[in-house]
């Protein structure tokens, strides 16, 4: 600013301007200064401000607003469809297991328990498929399809057990590599939509 002032007196004493002039210049140059600088400072808060609204509207977009109500009925909806889902998937290993797994001293017992594991699984499946039903209008299309995929693939394990256990027990009639895939598949499906439904639910923001 001094810079300014002692530019304008050199060019006002070598005008011969007055010292009312000059200070009437020196006023100007002062106020003509302060503008350009509340201009740029006023142009940087702008730009800043801009920049704070465009993040906050992102964060805005990745979030959904919804009642207590809501988010208590969503909530208690995906618990309960994860405890049958769960049933499921768990019955589904013991009866394809994959890995060291622990076996009845003779064929006629192991017979025996894998009855049971496949009449578990059916009355679970079962359990779980009219739970799914029931909340088909209160869940994303997608996370039902989902659902519903693990549960056909548990079915096929299902049917693969009633096959191999019930049907034509034999020593020699045992599960193949697709029934283990299939098994591993299951899991994944299963791995995935939990963290899938985890992500949904947090993004939910209760009104």
Do not use: H
């Amino acid at each position: 600013m001094s810079t300014i002032v002692s530019k304008v007196l050199e060019i006002t004493a070598a005008c011969g301007i007055t010292a009312g002039r000059v200070v009437e210049v020196v006023i100007a140059g002062i106020k003509f200064s302060a503008d350009k600088i509340a201009e740029r400072m006023s142009k940087k808060y702008d730009d800043k401000l801009e920049r704070a609204m465009e993040k906050y509207k992102t964060e805005l977009s990745k979030k959904e607003y919804v009642s207590q109500a809501r988010f208590d009925a969503e909530f208690e909806i995906y618990k309960n469809l994860s405890r049958d889902m769960c049933k499921v998937v768990k019955s589904v290993n013991l009866l394809v297991p994959i890995g060291f797994t622990w076996v009845a001293g003779n064929d006629e017992a192991e017979k025996k328990k894998k009855e049971e594991n496949v009449k578990e699984l059916n009355s679970l499946i079962s359990t779980a498929q009219d739970n799914l039903y029931s909340c088909m209008p209160f869940i994303p299309e997608n996370f039902f399809n989902k659902y519903q995929k693990i549960m056909n693939l548990c079915r096929v394990q299902l049917d693969r057990g009633i096959y191999v256990y019930i049907s034509t027990y034999s020593v020699d009639k045992q599960f193949g590599s697709k029934d283990y895939d299939r098994i591993e598949s299951i899991n994944n499906e299963w791995k995935n939509l939990n963290t899938e439904i985890r992500e949904y639910l947090a993004k939910l923001d209760i009104l």
